[in-house]
Structures are given as C-alpha cells and as structure tokens.
C-alpha cells in the first residue's frame, strides 16, 4: 500500500541521543508511538476507514501515551548534574517529546471517536529546530546553577534477585503485622505447573498467543512464561464465573530488566464480562509496570461499554520489588478492589468493579522486548471469600485454613499470610479466657515421618508468630502436627494438594 500522511506537519525525530539513558528512552518511546498515530491520521485524511486491529492498536497507544505524558516531569528533574550543553540539547529534546506526545493524545482521541476526517486540520506542530543548533546550542537552561530537590529514584540493581529481600518471614516480623489481606476461605483454583511438562503450554491456561513452562536456574518450582504482544491474552481455565467475593495471588518472576526496558511495559490483569480474546464490554483492570528508567505507577481503568468512569495511574515505585520476586494479592469484595504488592497496598477503590457480569480473569502482557525481557506467573491461588475467620472461631470454636503459606518444604511463613494470623490475634485480644490448639496438616509430598516433622513445625511457626509479633501469651496456645494423615482432597491433583496443605485453629 502506498505510504499516507496527515495534512500535519510531520515532526522529525532527533537524529542523535543525548548520552542520558533515561531521556533518550524518554523520546525514543515518545515518537515511537507517535509514528504509529500520524500513520493512522493519513489513513483518516485519505478516507481510509480503520479496521479492528488498528482500533484496539490505537486504544493500545492511547493507555501508552498517558503513562509516558505522566512521567516527563521526573525525566526533566534526571538531567540535573549534566553539563550545560548535554542539559541545553536534553531540554530541547523533551521538549520536541512533550509536542509529539500532544498531538499523538489528541488525534488518537479523535480517530477511536471518529471525529478526524479529511478537511483541513488546525497546525499543531511548530518548525522544527535545525538539527545542527540543536547539537550545537549553547543555550543555558533556567537555573543552571540551582540543583532540583526532586529527583527519580534509581534502582539498586538491574540484575533479577533470587529471593525476596526478607528471605526469612522471622526478619523483620514488624513489617507484617498491620499486613491485612486475608485469602478467600474456598479454593476455587491453583496452577504451580507441576503437572505440566517443561516447553509445554500449561493444560488448565488458554490463549490466542504462545507460552511455556520453565524452569528456572534461580527460583525452585516451575513457572509459566508469558509472551508479549498487543491483544495476547492468558487465561486461567476456571469452571465457572468468578463470585461475588474472591482473592487471587501469584508470584512473579523477571528477568532481562533495565534501564532499557520501556515505560509500556506492564502486565494487565483484566477482570471481563467475557472469556473472548478481547476486551468485553464491561471490564476492569490493573497494570503493574516493568519499566526501570522512572516509576511509572499501577495503570487501573474500567469500562461499562459507553462510560469510562476510572481511568488513572496510582503513583507507585515498583522497579526494585519487580526485579525481586514479588507476590501479588488481589481481593475483590462486591465493587471493592485492593491490591497488594508483597505486604504493601497499592490500591483500594470502594467501585471498581461495578457489575457483577465482570467474573472473568486474563492476563495480558504489553511491552517486553522479545528475547531479552522475561516474565514469569507461578502459584496462583484463586479463593472464594466471604466468611471473616474471626467470626468463625468465635461461632465455631475452630477454623481451617489454607491461606498460610511456607516455603517448601520448610516451616518458614511467608510475610503474605500474616494477615490470617492477624485476625486470629484480634480474637484472642478480645477474649483474654480462649486458648487455642494449632495444628498443621500436609499433602502426601515426602515420606510420612518427614511430613510429621513437618507439619509440627508449621504449627510451632504459628505460635511463635503469634507471640512474638502479636504479643499472644505462649501459654494460651498450644500445638499439633497430624503430616497427611487426615486430607480434605485429592493429593493427585495440584488443587487437592494445595486444600490439604492447611493449618487448624481449634478452642481448648
């Protein structure tokens, strides 16, 4: 097809770098995107109708355009410390970034509404600057001389850490105990890939795109990777619609990323009314971004079709927990939606998820550079919620949970389960007279005499948590280690495993 152009003036893209990583990346992406959008102006100016695909590229464009829009005045405060001519040159740089940014915003806007048609459009773009002044200016920048009190925080390190940065859930105790996500009582749904054969597409996901299970050199277990792509969704095979009330949890693991890495770069995790590969019309979503050169926050949007009524970016600085591990948790209570990055809350909207049609979970991957950037799903863990343990315990007299969780094979609680052992404090804060027996249970991994062991030393784990973060008196609590020898599930399976690996709470 020949090439067609808006009746705008093109702008050029600098023909050099200015030697500052984060704001040639900056400009790079800025006209990248741009590219795209004047490519589908002179489509609109020609009388060319869009299809679908360039539709969803375009609203694909549009959520890029904001991230980048968002993040120019953290990439102005990264030149301080240059030189005057670097500063000069970047300066005039970001600003060429910021104009093409402008017009890529609006003309997206005007293509997805149908309002760009061929007449004479209003001159955006001013000439642009010789390239040479450019390389040559000796123009100073505004207070040269003053350095900015605002400055992007760089992360320690580009290279994937092997563990978390708390490698023990007895370092740094204090850090959870105001931790208040509490998993779903009801196991819905769990893939660690164990049953999966390495190289294969795991067999309970679906996709229009491509993927793998791995194993990795520096994290245990299997993992699923992703691939990246426009309109390349994963999705978990679940049987039927999600409830009312529900949690979902994963690991992550990356690899490849730096300050290379771009600003799109993020992994949707969208709730639809639909199982299609596409948007439905009701959905929302969450984005946890990759992106290392500034910190480009948690996109969250939703949609009923004709109404937009979220759309913004939740200032967060992911780029260190991204690179070590991280474990995501996501509770939804109704129209209420939180989410978690290890033991910190990013987001909590009252109305988020505001149709019940909206039951549905795909991941989808935006982004990565093909070949260097890796991610990596593992352990997820959909529950049914909508009984408060605590109310349980008190009706009841006992409460049996799968929601603590320990590294494999040890007794060693991971920081994401404290917010059960949390609500089993308040209980016996409130009631000075309960003592309470805990007990562990396994699934049949390992030998019958190991899982004795080793379910004892998860109810001690317990206790001790109890004591020593939430001031329980030891002699109120007591405890009991039964391995396998009572399952509520099939062991063949990763769902019956992961039900009968539980702790029991249990009054004396």
Request: charged fraction near 25%; proline fraction near 3%.
């Amino acid at each position: 097809m020949q090439s067609v152009y808006s009746q705008t003036k093109q702008l050029k893209r600098p023909k050099s770098t200015v030697g500052l990583t984060n704001v040639d990346n900056f400009v790079r992406e800025s006209f990248d995107i741009y590219d795209k959008v004047y490519k589908y102006d002179g489509y609109a100016q020609a009388g060319t109708p869009l299809d679908d695909d360039d539709i969803d590229t375009l609203e694909e464009a549009l959520e890029d355009l904001d991230v980048l829009s968002a993040s120019a005045p953290d990439i102005l405060s990264d030149i301080d410390g240059a030189s005057v001519l670097k500063q000069g040159k970047a300066t005039l740089q970001i600003n060429k970034a910021k104009k093409a940014l402008k017009y890529s915003i609006k003309t997206a806007k005007e293509l997805l509404l149908g309002q760009r048609k061929g007449e004479e459009q209003e001159q955006e773009q001013e000439e642009e600057t010789n390239t040479n002044s450019e390389n040559n200016t000796t123009k100073q920048p505004q207070n040269q001389n003053t350095k900015s009190t605002t400055t992007s925080i760089k992360p320690e390190s580009t290279t994937t850490s092997t563990k978390p940065e708390s490698t023990n859930a007895s370092d740094n105790l204090e850090i959870y105990s105001k931790f208040d996500f509490v998993p779903g009582d009801e196991l819905i749904y769990f893939d660690d890939f164990s049953q999966d054969f390495i190289g294969d597409f795991p067999s309970k996901w679906n996709t229009n795109g491509s993927g793998e299970v791995v194993k990795l050199s520096k994290a245990n277990g299997k993992w699923f990777e992703f691939k990246s792509g426009y309109g390349i969704y994963f999705m978990p095979l679940i049987d039927n619609k999600l409830p009312e009330e529900y949690t979902i949890e994963f690991d992550l693991f990356t690899e490849g990323l730096s300050n290379n890495t771009s600003s799109t770069a993020k992994l949707n995790i969208i709730f639809d009314d639909n199982q299609g590969f596409s948007y439905g019309n009701n959905y929302a979503k969450a984005a946890i971004p990759f992106g290392q050169y500034s910190a480009f926050g948690i996109d969250v949007d939703n949609n009923n079709g004709s109404n937009q009524r979220i759309n913004v970016t939740v200032t967060a600085d992911l780029r260190n927990k991204v690179l070590n591990n991280p474990h995501i948790s996501i509770a939804v209570n109704k129209k209420r939606f939180r989410l978690w990055v290890n033991q910190t809350k990013y987001i909590d909207i009252p109305q988020l998820i505001y149709n019940t049609n909206i039951a549905f979970l795909k991941f989808e991957l935006r982004g990565t550079a093909e070949g260097e950037e890796h991610i990596f799903i593992s352990n997820l863990k959909i529950a049914e919620g909508g009984i408060d343990l605590r109310r349980q315990l008190m009706a009841e007299g006992k409460v049996s949970t799968n929601g603590i969780l320990f590294d494999s094979g040890l007794a060693t609680i991971k920081p994401q389960s404290f917010g059960i052992i949390r609500q089993i404090s308040q209980v016996l804060n409130q009631d000075q007279n309960i003592k309470l027996n805990i007990i562990g249970h396994t699934d049949t991994d390992g030998s019958n005499d190991s899982n004795l062991k080793l379910s004892k030393a998860r109810a001690e784990a317990v206790k001790n948590a109890l004591v020593n973060v939430y001031k329980i008196s030891e002699n109120r609590l007591s405890t009991q280690g039964k391995g396998e020898t009572e399952p509520v599930a099939d062991n063949n399976t990763a769902n019956g495993k992961a039900k009968n690996r539980r702790v029991e709470f249990v009054k004396i």
